[in-house]
T-cell receptor, first 114, second 112 residues
Framework: DTGVSQDPRHKITKRGQNVTFRCDPI?????LYWYRQTLGQGPEFLTY????????KSRLLSDRFSAERPKGSFSTLEIQRTEQGDSAMYLC????????????FGSGTRLTVV | QKEVEQDPGPLSVPEGAIVSLNCTYS??????FMWYRQYSRKGPELLMY????GNKEDGRFTAQVDKSSKYISLFIRDSQPSDSATYLC????????????FGKGTKLTVNP
């Protein structure tokens, strides 16, 4: 297992377009998190899954954002009608609960909305 | 007031220096404290993890937590150019594998 994989690494899109990102977690990890990181800031929580169930969604996440984790394996994060303010690094992380060993992050997907 | 405050720096030191990085927090429920290191264009990687108050040492790295002051620190001894990265503090009320609140990060450059 090579860790958490995210695809694509970079995405440039025009304002108003929809984009979808994929995250493949470490296979035995049951938790999957999405965070967003803008320049000069720390990662900000968006949502998380335990297996296939989405357990929490940040109030900062507008209705244009949706995430899924079908069958508790990979996850997708979709942003509809992108805005320039959506430009950021989208980070996926996975962990194994109840074993409290911390997260493994992927390298992120950098989104630029023009 | 943000839940976690971290001086973003940047911090520039000569090789071999002792580096001190700090975060303060306001949420008394935080009990789990982490330091992540993030290299440019990469995701954060877990560096140190401590529970409640006290010190933890791992090689050249020492993490300290003072819950009474709501203050955590990371010390790097004999700093190396390879330590040049952004250091993020992170905290949780429920565990290191639960939802985390991150600081802004401090960008460190170690000059050879």
């Amino acid at each position: 297992d090579t860790g958490v994989s995210q695809d694509p690494r970079h995405k440039i899109t025009k304002r108003g377009q929809n984009v979808t990102f994929r995250c493949d977690p470490i296979s035995e990890h049951n938790r999957l998190y999405w965070y967003r990181q803008t320049l000069g800031q720390g990662p900000e929580f968006l949502t998380y899954f335990q297996n296939e169930a989405q357990l929490e969604k940040s109030r900062l996440l507008s209705d244009r954002f949706s995430a899924e984790r079908p069958k508790g394996s990979f996850s997708t994060l979709e942003i509809q009608r992108t805005e320039q303010g959506d430009s950021a690094m989208y980070l996926c992380a996975s962990s194994l609960v109840p074993w409290d060993l911390g997260y493994t992050f992927g390298s992120g997907t950098r989104l630029t909305v023009v | 007031q943000k839940e976690v405050e971290q001086d973003p720096g940047p911090l520039s030191v000569p090789e071999g220096a002792i580096v001190s990085l700090n975060c303060t927090y306001s949420n008394s429920a935080f009990q789990y404290f982490m330091w992540y290191r993030q290299y440019s264009r990469k995701g954060p990687e877990l560096l140190m993890y401590t529970y409640s108050s006290g010190n933890k040492e791992d090689g050249r790295f020492t993490a300290q937590v003072d819950k009474s002051s709501k203050y955590i620190s990371l010390f790097i001894r004999d700093s190396q150019p390879s330590d040049s990265a952004t250091y993020l503090c992170a905290m949780s009320a429920e565990g290191g594998s639960e939802k985390l609140v991150f600081g802004k990060g401090t960008k460190l450059t170690v000059n050879p």
